[in-house]
């Protein structure tokens, strides 16, 4: 039985693309596709079998939009699905053992919409030993195909990999371009695999044959892939020159090991003017900007919105029958030799409850040991709503966090109405000037650090 191009759907714009791509690509293989989708992306211990059929009927659907969109594109496809239980990089590495190829779209869906993303197309990648694809959702040119570009180490050429590289090129009718990057010679010593050759053009011409002798058997078994080497493809990386960091990169790189989110309240202390100002300006470098909400009016009426994405996302937009059947899993009497689970009463699911309910304090509970305060209110904005702004908007975020990390100072989201677009459009007309906001947020000083959680390099890297 051939092995099958597996294609990864999670309803993402980016997994819709890349199921289209595995469908002509497995047609090309003379392979079936297999749309695969993971439907317990993030497992809850103790949930019932109302939970899981709600999960299944969710996979079912984003499973029924993918063949749509695949058959639609490409109807000579042989085409079946699978639904996998199980975190999601987990559940796709296991299936990538049995695939041709794996095909993933580059981002897929995430808590915060447009800004995080990919992590688990990056943990696969990072770990898988088939080849795998990522599929971008922008519009890719219909005439022809690119060059194939394979990158190769002459020191540890791994065939797998050329051979991949020679006849994805043949199939899809394409140039193959070797590309090795090669590094001159440091101050002291020659660096590992270099040629000791004082000239950077012969060095060059030395490793140009090296590369032509390791592709030339490659070449006589496929002799109909045009082959582009030369100098031009061959990348130089040199030394720098050392220079010592200022006292502002020093803060911002110990920044980078302190936690940049918080949830509940805050200090009564509000951060300094000066630093407001000085997050302003590093998002506006990014081509967004930070709408401060001071008015208590204003503050009011978002705690209002906010109020209304969380019951939109308590009820899903399908009518309601998912968020009502979690609610039930949630909040149903224990069963006898069951083990007893932490439940919240349907009334404490924090549907009034926001940080932002009353402009100066934030009421989770009833008992707090320190002065309980919303912090800084704010909005970022831009002035588009493309692929474009969402990542000016990602960075212009990052750059904010960092900096404010930097000053102690921590970010509480609250997201919910940006994804029901109704509110969108009342944030949009009421508080962001017209610009179109990608972030709801608190800013503030936590009452308490905890250190970031961090694995052992050595669990990480082998």
Known sequence: MLAPVVAAVDGSAESLAAAEWAAHEAVRRERPLQLLHAWNWHPRQGEGEIANAAQ??????????????????????????????????????????????????????SGITGFLGGSVALGVVARVTRPVVLVRAAPRPQAGHGDVVLGIDLGEPCEEVVEFGFAAARRSRARLRAV????????????????????????????????????RLWHDKYPDVELLENLAHLATVSWGAYTRPAPEEQRLYAALGRRHTARGPFLPQAPAPGLIEELREEVSREGAELHVVDDSADRRRLAELVRAGEDAHRTDATGGRTGRMDMAARTAPRRRGTRRRRRAPPGQHHPRRTGLRRPDRYVPHAARRWPARTGLVALLGTDRDDLAAWLRAGQALERMLLHAAGDGVMAAFHTQPLEVPCLRTRIRQTLTAGQYPQMVLRLGYPPCVRPLPRRPLADVLN
Not at 76 to 98: M, W
Not at 182 to 200: H, T
């Open 56 to 109: 299944r009927q969710l996979a079912r659907r984003v499973l029924r939009q993918a063949e749509l969109r695949v058959l639609a594109a490409c109807p000579d496809v042989r085409l079946r699905d699978a639904q996998a239980e199980g975190p999601a990089t987990a559940a796709l590495l296991k299936a990538a053992e049995q695939a041709d190829v794996l095909v993933l779209g580059s981002r897929g869906l």
């Open 180 to 215: 090795h990057a090669w590094q001159a010679p440091g101050p002291l010593a020659l660096g590992p695999g270099d040629i000791g050759l004082v000239d950077a053009q012969w060095r060059a011409q030395e490793w140009l044959g090296v590369l032509s002798a390791v592709l």
